[in-house]
């Protein structure tokens, strides 16, 4: 990884989608160092789609709703598709009242509808002969 | 949530599935509260599969593996498949030199055969109206 772990959230990499969440507490560093890592991070794995689960977040201020709306313009110029899933309604609520409508920024109800959108969806069974199984 | 973020590490849910990273320099207390809370949340989120990216630890040691292993064994009580994904070629070597050869843990190259392990997998096409755009 060339990308030091500065925010100390991780981001898994599935194909072409980037998969994070934000934790509460969000303070407005962390917030630009997570946001510089992603966009590294989707230059360097060459990402198509980002999926940002904020359903930990229980408060929102205008710092990290900017940092949200800059993140999602950056990354569409940089060819990938940001999607923020599980907002909580008092965060909702909280943007209406601040005058933030997060515009621009694609948003989904819960992580699973996120990936959906973003191409991955759920099989009916799982396939076999992908796995390195230790038991074996 | 009823369980608090005492790790930092977000744990998404993606339908039945929970996925969740390590970062490195995981010390034994956050090892073992990661272990707590990732049981807590199988067990309250109903999960059938759990996803656990490791590409971003780069030393393990026999405490770490072993937290692994019987996260492995607790989750599959709870009925839950356990998936260890990306891990770097230095961890495994380490693990064969200290003997623990992560008996009864499934492994994945990356997450995203992971995940597909776990029954979601990459669609053609991302589908229309799962999303709620701000545009609109």
Do not use: C
């Not at 060339?2 to 303070?27: F, K, M, Q």
Request: proline share 4%; charged share 20%; no cysteine.
């Amino acid at each position: 990884m060339t990308v030091p772990a500065s925010t100390g959230v991780p981001i898994l990499r599935l194909g072409d989608v980037l998969v994070t969440g934000l934790l509460n507490e969000l303070d407005d560093k962390t917030a630009v160092a997570f946001a510089d890592e992603l966009t590294e991070r989707i230059s360097s794995d060459g990402a198509r789609g980002v999926l940002i689960d904020i359903s930990r977040l229980e408060i929102i201020d205008s710092y990290v709703a900017r940092m949200l709306m800059e993140l999602t313009t950056m990354s569409r110029l940089l060819g990938a598709r940001v999607i923020v899933a599980g907002m909580q309604p008092p965060v909702a609520i909280t943007l209406v009242e601040l005058g933030l409508q997060l515009t621009g920024v694609e948003t989904a109800l819960n992580a699973e509808q996120g990936l959906t959108a973003l191409g991955w969806h759920r099989s009916p069974q799982a396939p076999e002969g992908v796995l390195r199984d230790a038991h074996r």
